[in-house]
């Protein structure tokens, strides 16, 4: 892990992101991660994009997982939701999520910003994606990546 990411999220922040990641997920069938590095070499969204298959996330059932993306020097922040999720919600609630976490960002609260971005997701998730009872799976592992 970054020393950047390191100062962004130390252990405490990152059990806060965990539990929000859990949260999220518990009344859906969706998949939410975050990761977080230095630069985002390029665009951040499509940094994202290519971070989303990287990780997996392409193989939910209802094309429904959402990864919040943060590159930490450069100072960029993208959400990149599969099909699913992106078709139901639009561009408009990706960018306010991003205006949220960035609002919290510019105050140092950086779990914080993050994990009030996941509850507002996750709330989206359970409207069009709710838990499908005993069927439903956590596809994709909730721990918080990092490049």
Do not use: C
């Not at 999220?9 to 997920?25: H, M, N, P, R, S």
């Not at 996941?118 to 009872?133: A, C, N, S, Y």
């Amino acid at each position: 892990m970054s020393e950047s990411a390191k100062k962004l999220l130390d252990a405490a922040g990152q059990k806060t992101v965990l539990q929000a990641i859990q949260q999220a997920e518990a009344a859906s069938s969706g998949e939410v991660r975050v990761h977080l590095e230095d630069y985002s070499r390029g665009d951040a969204l499509a940094r994202a994009a290519f971070l989303f298959g990287k990780l997996g996330m392409r193989n939910t059932v209802a094309r429904n997982g959402v990864l919040l993306y943060i590159a930490v020097k450069d100072h960029q922040v993208a959400i990149y939701g599969d099909e699913g999720i992106d078709v139901a919600v639009g561009k408009d609630f990706w960018e306010a999520e991003i205006a949220l976490m960035t609002q919290h960002f510019k105050q140092g609260d950086y779990a914080g910003g993050i994990s009030k971005a996941l509850e507002q997701v996750g709330e989206k998730l359970r409207e069009f994606f709710p838990h499908q009872g005993d069927d439903d799976q956590n596809e994709l592992s909730d721990e918080i990546t990092f490049g």
